[in-house]
């Protein structure tokens, strides 16, 4: 094989390689995203119930409320 020839096949294994690895990051990146703005959601969500909570005196209970029946 000459070596140009082999140059050029390295070159192409190579980007075949990072055309694998850009879509790779790609991916990885949507579910960056896609966490996030769950993450960003449950920590509304989080607020939202700690803003009730504290809003609510008959929110908070003792643990003796949370005894089955037959106790």
């Known amino acids: ?3 140009l020839h082999t140059l ?3 070159i192409t294994e190579l980007e075949i390689k990072l055309s694998f690895t ?3 990051v790609e991916q990885l ?3 960056v995203v896609r966490q996030q703005a769950q993450i960003d959601r449950l920590v ?3 607020v ?3 803003d009730r909570a504290a ?3 008959g929110l908070t209970r003792s643990l003796r409320d949370e ?3 037959h106790y």
């Open 48 to 50: 939202e119930l700690r």
């Open 8 to 10: 050029e096949t390295r």
């Open 1 to 3: 094989m000459n070596p």
């Open 22 to 24: 850009e879509d790779t």
């Open 44 to 46: 509304r969500e989080l």
């Open 55 to 57: 809003g609510e005196p």
């Open 67 to 69: 005894l089955p029946p």
């Open 29 to 31: 990146n949507a579910v």
